[in-house]
């Protein structure tokens, strides 16, 4: 294993290694991206369950393993200097975690545990966090800010929450700093097509409906019409993909510039779009109509999601550069037809 060098910015100002778990996945994979194409060496630890190899780019050094194998994570903090770690590892299908709780418990909240502490002893000085808006559950109000009351309606946002709350905690025990960026709805594709979302079965309306656009799935199924909204359809703010990694390097050199201070963020655009008015997307941008099945509403799921972003807009230089949900779709759809492309080849 060879250790990996720092790198300089252009002002002149070490870039250190940074470890990203997960990050052969949909989230970390573009993560990576966004860290290599602006100077940050990277070391990507996953242990292939739902990744994929061939999502991490070349230019990062991958090692296939288990977050919980602290020898393992020792030794790639130690080799590779790591400065930084950015933690994407973890299951995410919302359903499996009420059917398999503990399975989520073990994932997301034991095994994040024993990285936190590799972290500790390894003298990694900031950390950040793939959280969710999972962690409101069904918010009082809508948009929702960071301060909102927290309570998770389902295991997979109680493991990230609990996830937050230990690093709240070692964070004033120890010289380590963290953010914790509260995902809300991920879509879309890297637009340069290096990756995507490429796990078989996911559950997310996007990729459900491109996956449907190119003749994948039969149809796409609307989980209820009689919600407090608009049309009827439950609204959600989608952020791409791309944006979202963005945001993960604006906030590593946030805490680089301040390290005595933590950050919780939401990550969203504000913005929020019914279920309806998704499909409508896909139309248009495939000008080939979707068929759309109505349901009965699943158990749980709120009328609106949204974010309230002020605070990472007041905090990072972050700001959104594909913030059109026609874009997110057709960057979507166009990854999609490169999947189906190499299982065709």
């Not at 995410?92 to 059917?99: H, L, Y």
Request: hydrophobic letters at 45%; aromatic letters at 6%; proline letters at 6%.
């Amino acid at each position: 294993m060879t250790a990996i060098q720092s790198s300089s910015s252009a002002n002149g100002a070490a870039r250190f290694p940074v470890l990203v778990t997960g990050g052969a996945g949909y989230i970390g994979s573009h993560a990576v991206l966004a860290l290599l194409d602006a100077g940050w060496p990277v070391v990507v630890i996953d242990n292939l369950v739902t990744g994929f190899e061939w999502a991490v780019p070349k230019a990062a050094t991958f090692v296939k393993g288990d977050i919980a194998d602290q020898p393992l994570v020792a030794r790639l903090i130690a080799e590779h200097r790591i400065g930084a770690i950015i933690h994407f590892a973890g299951s995410v299908v919302v359903p499996e975690s009420v059917a398999d709780p503990l399975k989520y418990y073990e994932n997301n909240t034991v095994k994040s545990r024993s990285l936190i502490e590799s972290a500790v002893k390894g003298g990694v000085r900031h950390f950040i966090f793939s959280s969710t808006a999972a962690t409101y559950g069904i918010p009082d109000s809508v948009p929702v800010a960071e301060t909102a009351r927290t309570q998770p309606i389902n295991p997979y946002g109680w493991s990230k929450l609990m996830t937050e709350r230990m690093l709240i905690d070692t964070a004033a025990a120890h010289p380590i700093n963290f953010c914790a960026l509260r995902y809300f709805n991920v879509a879309g594709a890297d637009p340069q097509g290096r990756s995507g979302q490429s796990t078989a079965g996911a559950t997310h309306l996007i990729k459900v409906a491109v996956e449907a656009a190119i003749g994948k799935r039969s149809h796409v199924s609307v989980y209820g019409t009689d919600y407090a909204t608009p049309d009827g359809t439950g609204v959600r703010d989608y952020i791409h993909v791309s944006d979202l990694a963005a945001a993960h390097v604006d906030a590593l050199e946030k805490l680089i510039e301040d390290p005595a201070a933590s950050h919780i963020m939401n990550c969203g655009y504000g913005r929020g779009f019914s279920v309806l008015e998704v499909l409508d997307s896909v139309d248009r941008v495939t000008n080939l109509p979707v068929e759309r099945r109505m349901e009965p509403r699943r158990p749980g799921d709120p009328d609106a999601l949204v974010a309230d972003n002020a605070r990472i807009l007041a905090t990072l230089p972050w700001r959104p550069r594909r913030d059109d949900l026609d874009t997110i779709v057709a960057d979507a759809l166009a990854w999609e037809r490169t999947l189906a492309e190499r299982r065709e080849a």
